[in-house]
């Protein structure tokens, strides 16, 4: 038992390498190293074993700017609806809002709209269009539907997404993000419920560790209580925010109209539309 003890905590201390030393690359000889721990034998090792198996896949994926630059050429290989639908996305989607602050005005497009389509691809998007304002907002809104309604029985729905700067701006142009949004929408005092979503994307990364997550989100929801009369009144259902990590995968944060556009934690990580993938309404209901 020590013995696994002390070999955990030095695989560990090693799995921490490529935060702490930039450009760290992994040798011949600690990558056998792990290939041996991860195939001993039985279940007395199974965590060293385990653990060794999982840090050394974590070591063989390509590095941030590889990565980088084959989901640029994945998303510009053909049109977005086509690229959202690729297998080849699946392990890439949270990186995806990485390519919104990109220098080339054609693969910001593309990455927002191939983001959309592949968050929402149990939907059927009737209608997307974009743009981009000159202090560098980026809008890019759309029309769907359930897909698993018939046609002429499915609510038409509207989302959009902006992406601002930096997490700072976002309060101070919450005003404009709803007023834009607002005239996407149109009057929806006939709704019978709330169906439309609003999302707010930054671009650059907004350290929330475990000790800031309850002041980062007092801060939304304190900011969105100044506007859930208009959201409400546009038909939100939800707010969702991304926010980029260091060197981590987003964070999302979802504020729901149920909640007076408070966050729901059960959401709390999950992409917008995992919540109805997964059925979580009702597995809350059934399992609460």
Not at 94 to 103: A, G, H, M, Q, V
Not at 143 to 172: C, H, I, Q, S, W
């Amino acid at each position: 038992k020590t013995k696994n003890e002390i070999m955990l905590a030095l695989l560990r201390n090693v799995a921490s390498f490529t935060d702490r030393f930039p450009n760290y690359k992994v040798s011949p000889e600690l990558e056998t190293t792990l290939e041996a721990l991860a195939a001993l034998p039985g279940s007395e090792y199974g965590e060293v074993s385990l653990t060794a198996s999982a840090l050394l896949n974590d070591f063989k994926v390509p590095d941030y700017k590889a990565r980088m630059a084959e989901l640029t050429e994945l998303i510009l290989s053909d049109d977005a609806e086509t690229v959202s639908k690729s297998r080849k996305l699946s392990v890439s989607v949270d990186l995806i809002p990485e390519l919104f602050k990109s220098d080339d005005e054609k693969v910001r497009n593309a990455a927002r709209e191939v983001y959309v389509r592949r968050v929402y691809r149990a939907h059927q998007i009737e209608e997307v269009s974009q743009s981009e304002a000159k202090d560098g907002t980026a809008t890019i809104s759309w029309k769907f539907m359930l897909r698993d309604l018939p046609a002429n029985e499915a609510a038409v729905r509207f989302g959009t997404l902006v992406v601002a700067d930096k997490y700072a701006d976002v309060e101070g142009k919450l005003p404009d993000m709803i007023k834009s949004f607002k005239e996407t929408v149109g009057d929806t005092s006939s709704a019978s419920e709330q169906l439309n979503t609003f999302h707010v994307v930054v671009k650059e990364p907004h350290n929330i560790e475990d000790g800031s997550v309850e002041p980062f989100v007092e801060s939304a929801e304190k900011a969105l209580a100044e506007h859930k009369e208009e959201l409400a009144g546009m038909g939100v259902r939800h707010v969702t925010y991304l926010i980029p990590q260091p060197n981590k995968i987003p964070k999302y944060f979802t504020f729901l109209h149920c909640n007076d556009y408070r966050e729901e934690p059960l959401r709390r990580d999950m992409r917008p539309s995992f919540p109805y993938l997964l059925e979580l309404t009702r597995l809350e209901g059934n399992y609460d």
